[in-house]
């Protein structure tokens, strides 16, 4: 069948390098390598590759490549290559775009027009290879003032608190979109680092049980595996009202995907899809999700934090204020360059705003407002690497969730096909022969390596500015400046210009 | 170019206090000495003092010392004054020329109680009238500007060096039970009187070394309860921070300290389980109040005077004791050019506040 869509990839075999060992075979899920009749000669066919790099990166003799595969069309601005195929996708088979991962598009990325300060003379820098450096961060509802009579002794009475040792936890990815590998990998790597990973919205697999004091427990509106224990067996509960990928709509998760593990943990059938309603059925309101807050805490006698995940949209800062005011622990902000597993693809690139500004606006509103110092604050929606973390502690996070960079670690390549339940690095999968790729062994190692690495960094950037704790950071806007950036931008943003 | 408030300007300095805690009283010369003696830590740009027990006379009013930049000034803030307070002494400050203070503001003294009336119908309660009015006052006429509003205190401060600007304001004519004195050096040439320090606001005054490197958390902190940080100066929000700790928080003048210091992780974990649920709690509801960088703060009141370092030790401060006084400096040589033989000197640490209580009640009457 003629599909009118050229290839995107060509698979290129040194000829000369290429030993004919199979690996690549075994490897690509997607089919493209195979034998030649004679069983011997290793062939291949470029059309479903995807760039993934499985192939190249286990081939032994090092004979692959892939290359961007290049054919003009006429030249016309407005038509570009990518609407045309999108269009011919749609015409071949009539249904909605789907995509996996953030936004491709080049919208502006904030944090690369964003520079931090370092002290000289007036203020000495402090080196975080001698000095204590902190890096801890407690979220959670704080009261507005200490109770002490005398130094030494509080009574004040704290609400649950979550100690967090570094400012960077792992973002709701639910088991289902990806493999239950892939998870305990993340779980395992929590635990060691002292912070936390998300459940999503898939329910908590009972090989996880033994590690739920490090698991956010997500309640979405679809309510997948949702039930007493779940929720009594965790640190902290997220109720997700929107996702920065795909605001306004909710969670999918295509029936391959769903095999008995998963079906068991969601409570499903298993080969259905997942399809989360768009809105929570129970809240249509501000005043619903303070009673969906308030059962949550009861059901939990009033011992996890409850926080609530929004997308970053327009209202933002107004809609984070109100969930503060219903109750929420902690509001968590997802912003529009956010990663999925599948979403629409129109809604993923054009629905929502960044998290920076999103970030800046809603911190400043709570402060006018006077409750920032109540609630935390976490910001969500693309960290790619520590400077980037700073910078969102700079504009007010208490601390950041990280999801693709993470996954990067234990071998994604950002194909962006994670909704075809193909992974070729056993990631984005369900299939046993795939997901047995993941050694969760080695592939936490590696994510505690990141993180590691990340929180090294931050401490660095920290001693360079002559702050010697996380908290003294936080909200610190005059250790930012912007760089090429407008006037209504830079007062979104709440900084001053480079130079100034 | 743009003044102190418009623009944030480090800058290095020099801190000096004594206090005695019967109350009995010490001569200004005696502070002076003391600053005087670390004058290569400022460069003329800034000095200032804060006296306690001033205005035994006129202990229950509010003594509000102006500079007024023009008669204009002083028109409408007099204006505002009397009708908020009633006010039974307006007076210039008596200075005396020295050649090295450049003519200045016209500075007036202003001693009187809040206007009752006025007071219940705002349905404040005294020191929160009293504080607005000031910041009203500061933040809306144009040239007027209150730097002293406490009771039975004051504050003197100018351009210059502090031993001139002890000189000029004649300050050892003046007795009181405790004194803290500035020299500053910033990096930047402001040439405005209200930049000197110290900083005011009721009977807290601060004198302050150093450049803290948490400044904007902290302001942003304290702006989320009203305070508006219009000179942009670490001594600025330093103060509001202890005046929302022990004002509006009611924590015990050691507590307060504790937030603005707090140990570091570390330490807390290996404390016994009350104090370290103490500091959990303590650091989990004040982050935004740690202070970060290299300070060291001494804080004046009627209660008291407190000394902190920054949890480094980044700043140098030494403190002394001689049988009922207690005296601060950012040199040693400071104390013992005005206390040769100290009973015990010490460096105070980071993260160690020293607080030295007046052990006499002053009697207010209501
Ligand atoms: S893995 Fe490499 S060496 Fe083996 S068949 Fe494929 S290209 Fe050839
Ligand atoms: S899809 Fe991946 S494994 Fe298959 S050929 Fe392309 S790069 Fe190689
Ligand atoms: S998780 Fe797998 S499928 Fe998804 S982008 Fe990464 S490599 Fe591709």
């Known amino acids: 069948m003629i599909n009118y869509i050229p290839r995107r990839f060509t698979v290129i075999r040194d000829k000369d390098k290429c030993v004919n060992c199979g690996c690549c075979v075994r490897q690509c899920s997607n089919e493209c390598h195979y034998f030649d009749d004679d069983g011997k000669t290793v062939l291949c066919n470029s059309n479903t590759c995807v760039a993934c790099h499985r192939c190249v990166d286990l081939c032994p003799t090092g004979a692959l490549r892939i290359e961007k595969y290049v054919c003009d069309y006429n030249e016309n601005a407005n038509w570009t290559p990518q609407y045309q195929q999108e269009i011919c996708r749609q015409a071949n088979t009539g249904s909605t775009l789907l995509s996996a991962m953030g936004t491709p598009k080049p919208y502006p990325i904030y944090w690369d027009h964003i520079l931090l300060n370092a002290s000289q003379v007036t203020n000495p820098s402090i080196d975080p290879l001698r000095e204590p450096m902190e890096t801890r961060a407690i979220l959670g509802r704080k009261p507005e003032k200490l109770e002490a009579d005398k130094k030494g002794k509080t009574t004040t009475k704290m609400p649950p608190q979550i100690i967090i040792e570094t400012p960077i936890m792992f973002s709701a990815m639910s088991f289902g979109s990806i493999s239950l590998n892939a998870q305990k990998s993340l779980a395992m790597a929590a635990k060691e680092l002292g912070t936390l990973f998300n459940t999503g919205e898939g329910g908590l697999h009972p090989d996880l049980y033994n590690l739920s004091d490090y698991a956010v427990v997500q309640v979405a509106s679809g309510r997948f595996g949702v039930h007493k224990d779940y929720l009594k067996n965790s640190k902290c509960i997220e109720i997700k009202i929107g996702q920065g990928a795909k605001p306004g709509i909710g969670g999918h998760l295509p029936g391959e995907k769903v095999n008995v593990e998963v079906s068991n943990a969601r409570m499903i059938p298993e080969g259905s899809d997942a399809i989360s309603p768009a809105p929570h059925h129970d809240i249509y309101s501000i005043e619903d999700l303070r009673q969906l807050i308030w059962s949550l805490k009861q059901l939990t006698d009033n011992k996890k934090p409850v926080s609530v995940k929004i997308a970053a949209v327009h209202n ?105 339940g ?79 | ?53 001033i205005y035994p006379d006129h202990k ?164 989320q309860f009203g305070y508006i940080c219009t000179m942009q100066t670490d001594t600025e929000v330093i103060t509001y921070l202890f005046d929302h700790l022990l004002r509006h928080h009611n924590l015990p003048i050691e507590v307060a300290a504790d937030v603005l210091t707090a140990p570091e992780w570390d330490e807390i974990d290996r404390m016994p389980e009350d104090k370290k649920e103490y500091f959990t709690t303590l650091r989990a509801i004040y982050s935004g109040a740690l202070v970060n960088g290299p300070f060291s703060v001494i804080l004046g009141s009627n209660k008291g005077l407190l000394a902190i370092n920054d949890r480094l030790k980044l700043r140098s401060l030494t403190a002394a004791i001689k049988g009922d006084r207690a005296y601060f400096a950012s040199e040693e040589s400071a104390i013992r050019i005005i206390c040769p033989d100290p009973d015990k000197v010490w460096s105070v640490s980071g993260a160690e506040p020293v607080f030295i209580p007046l052990e006499i009640e002053e009697e207010v009457d209501e």
Not at chain 1, 451 to 464: F, L, Q, Y
Not at chain 2, 5 to 17: D, E, L, Y
Not at chain 2, 134 to 160: L, P
Request: proline share 3%; with cysteine; net charge neutral.
């Open chain 1, 316 to 420: 933002v800062s107004a809609i984070a204020s109100g969930c503060a005011r219903a109750g929420a622990d902690i509001i968590v902000i997802d912003g529009f360059r956010g990663g999925t597993g599948a979403a629409p693809t129109r809604i993923r690139d054009n629905v929502g705003i960044p998290i920076e500004l999103a970030l800046a606006a809603a911190d400043q509103r709570l402060r006018d407002e006077g409750i920032r110092s109540t609630v935390s604050l976490v910001a969500a929606g693309s960290f790619r690497c520590s400077s980037d973390i700073v910078k969102a502690i700079a504009l007010g996070a208490d601390a950041c969730y990280v999801a693709s960079a993470p996954l990067i670690a234990m071998g994604c390549h950002m194909c962006g096909t994670c909704n075809t």
């Open chain 1, 422 to 500: 193909k992974c070729n690095w056993g990631i984005a999968t369900q299939r046993p022969e795939l997901t047995k790729r993941l050694n969760p062994e080695i592939a936490h190692k590696r994510v505690i390596n990141l993180i590691t690495a990340w929180t090294h960094e931050i401490k660095e950037i920290m001693g360079g500015m002559g702050i010697n704790s996380i908290d003294s950071l936080r909200g610190n806007r005059l250790m930012l400046r912007g760089i090429g950036l407008s006037e209504k931008e830079l007062e979104i943003l709440g900084i001053k210009h480079a130079g100034e």
């Open chain 2, 1 to 53: 170019m743009l003044k102190e408030g418009q623009i944030r300007i480090p800058s290095g300095c020099a801190i000096a206090a004594i206090i005695d805690k019967k109350g009995n009283k010490i001569n200004g010369s005696e502070i002076i000495k003391s600053i005087s003696l670390m004058h290569d830590r400022s460069n003329g740009l800034g000095g200032g003092f804060a006296a306690y027990g």
């Open chain 2, 60 to 223: 229950d009013e509010n003594a509000f010392h102006v500079f007024y930049d023009n008669v204009e000034a002083r028109k409408t803030c007099e204006e505002f004054l009397f009708k908020h307070f009633n006010i039974d002494v307006a007076e210039r400050i008596p200075t005396k020329p020295v050649p090295s203070i450049d003519l200045g503001p016209d500075i007036w003294r202003y001693f009187g109680k809040a206007n009752r009336v006025r007071m219940k119908t705002s349905r404040l309660d005294e020191d929160e009238y009293v504080a607005q009015c000031v910041t009203k006052v500061n933040n809306s006429i144009e040239g007027a500007y209150i730097f002293s509003s406490g009771k039975n205190m004051g504050c003197f401060k100018a351009v210059g060096y502090p031993e001139d600007v002890g000189e000029f304001y004649m300050l050892d004519r003046y007795e009181a039970y405790l004194w803290t004195a500035h020299g500053r050096f910033p990096t930047n040439t402001p040439g405005w009187w209200g930049g000197a320090h110290p900083f005011n606001i009721l009977d807290w005054s601060i004198v302050h070394n150093g450049e803290i490197s948490s400044y904007d958390t902290n302001r942003r902190y304290i702006e």
